[in-house]
T-cell receptor
Framework: GAVVSQHPSRVICKSGTSVKIECRSL??????MFWYRQFPKKSLMLMAT?????????EQGVEKDKFLINHASLTLSTLTVTSAHPEDSSFYIC????????????FGNGTRLTVT | DAKTTQPPSMDCAEGRAANLPCNHS???????VYWYRQIHSQGPQYIIH???NNETNEMASLIITEDRKSSTLILPHATLRDTAVYYC????????????FGDGTTLTVKP
């Protein structure tokens, strides 16, 4: 089955620093990947759609300068949380689907970010 | 994408079938029904999807009503490891993205 690998699984950083999260599709090519954020006991909230070779599309209310997304290849997208603050602490999840019509999303195992 | 409605929580006895309903009364003709589940502190896992015919795989069965306004995910023999939040999502099959997650159903399988 399709596998999406997300790293790191956990990261702790100090306020003001930047953190990069990687999302890789291991056995399929993904022209589009998606980044979600999840607060405790809440559902997934779509942050942005990552498009290979072009700019990401951000959902309303998501700061594109704070959450930098790069989709450099058909198998890799990165999310960089810039100048992190404690309120950025959250569970971040990426997903991807291949180009087959109606193919489902496949998700990474998430990254738990704690900003101190 | 069409909105879905799911009960917030359900219980099921271990070994019994778990039947999880989803209402998607505004579904369009070209929208598929997808089911995912999320175990605590993990990324969601794809379970099954369908357009209008019933589907079955090694994990579950999906029953879609004839008018496609609702569906039921069936876990035939629930185990404790099936305790999770189950999400029903509808979206166009060739849509490049934006699967919107509702609150899902928290299924608790009890011994």
């Amino acid at each position: 089955g399709a596998v999406v690998s997300q790293h790191p699984s956990r990261v702790i950083c100090k306020s003001g620093t930047s953190v990069k999260i990687e999302c890789r599709s291991l056995d399929f090519q993904a022209t589009t990947m998606f980044w979600y954020r999840q607060f405790p006991k809440k559902s997934l909230m779509l942050m942005a759609t990552s498009n290979e070779g072009s700019k990401a599309t951000y959902e309303q209310g998501v700061e594109k300068d704070k959450f930098l997304i790069n989709h450099a290849s058909l198998t890799l997208s990165t999310l960089t949380v810039t100048s992190a603050h404690p309120e950025d602490s959250s569970f971040y999840i990426c997903s991807a689907r291949d180009t087959t019509p109606s193919s489902p999303l496949h998700f990474g195992n998430g990254t738990r970010l704690t900003v101190t | 994408d069409a909105k879905t409605t799911q009960p917030p929580s359900m219980d099921c006895a271990e070994g019994r079938a778990a039947n999880l309903p989803c209402n998607h009364s505004t579904i369009s003709g070209n929208e598929y029904v997808y089911w995912y589940r999320q175990i605590h502190s993990q990324g969601p896992q794809y379970i099954i999807h369908g357009l209008k015919n019933n589907e079955t795989n090694e994990m579950a069965s999906l029953i879609i009503t004839e008018d496609r306004k609702s569906s039921t995910l069936i876990l035939p023999h629930a185990t404790l490891r099936d305790t999770a939040v189950y999400y029903c999502i509808v979206r166009v099959g060739n849509n490049a993205g934006k699967s919107t997650f509702g609150d899902g159903t928290t299924l608790t399988v009890k011994p």
